[in-house]
């Protein structure tokens, strides 16, 4: 099992062109035991859709980056999993 380090972000970002060749999870990939695995059409996606990034995590020891977004601003709307390719970031947040 992996560890992870996590750091709170608050961002909006895009689906990239590429979303769809990464998996959507319910924790960071590796990190935990019991992953869960979900379909991108179980939240309407579409390259350009905006997404709310509310905390990264980068995967030890590989350095992998992962963030936990939500489709909504809606109170308790449910947060996934993806890696860092699968956004279109604003320049303000680094993807290191």
Do not use: C
Request: no cysteine; hydrophobic share 30%.
């Amino acid at each position: 099992m992996n560890k992870a380090t996590y750091t709170s972000e608050s961002t909006k970002a895009t689906l990239s062109s590429s979303y769809s060749k990464y998996k959507l999870y319910n924790h960071v990939k590796g990190a935990y035991t019991n992953m869960k695995t979900y379909k991108w059409s179980s939240i309407s996606a579409k390259a350009g859709k905006t997404v709310y990034i509310n905390m990264k995590g980068i995967r030890d020891p590989q350095g992998s980056t992962w963030y936990r977004f939500t489709t909504s601003t809606a109170k308790g709307a449910k947060e996934y999993w993806a890696y860092s390719d699968a956004f279109d970031l604003p320049s303000t947040t680094t993807a290191a």
